[in-house]
């Protein structure tokens, strides 16, 4: 029988590049994350407006903010998110 496996919103950010950063970073740690996009697509001047959250797997979520704490310490990642749980 397949086990089931929750996703919760750990962080939420506007930047593109700090999306693939964050990917990049969970895929190193073997840590499962989904990215979504909520809100406008695209704006007059091609800029990515929407908000994105990154999931991860309910029981790598306390890694996964380590990781991205550090991140954001270290300047690989923009300061402008910010932590859901």
Do not use: Q, W
């Not at 740690?29 to 407006?49: E, K, Q, W």
């Amino acid at each position: 029988m397949a086990t089931r496996i929750n996703f919760i919103d750990l962080y939420s950010f506007y930047n593109d590049l700090d999306a693939t950063v964050i990917e990049t970073l969970m895929e190193d740690y073997n840590i499962s994350c989904s990215v979504r996009t909520f809100g406008p697509a695209r704006s007059f001047d091609s800029h990515d407006l929407g908000e994105k959250r990154i999931s991860v797997e309910e029981d790598k979520v306390e890694n996964a903010k380590k990781i991205i704490a550090d991140a954001i310490r270290s300047g690989v990642i923009s300061k402008e998110g910010k932590f859901r749980v």
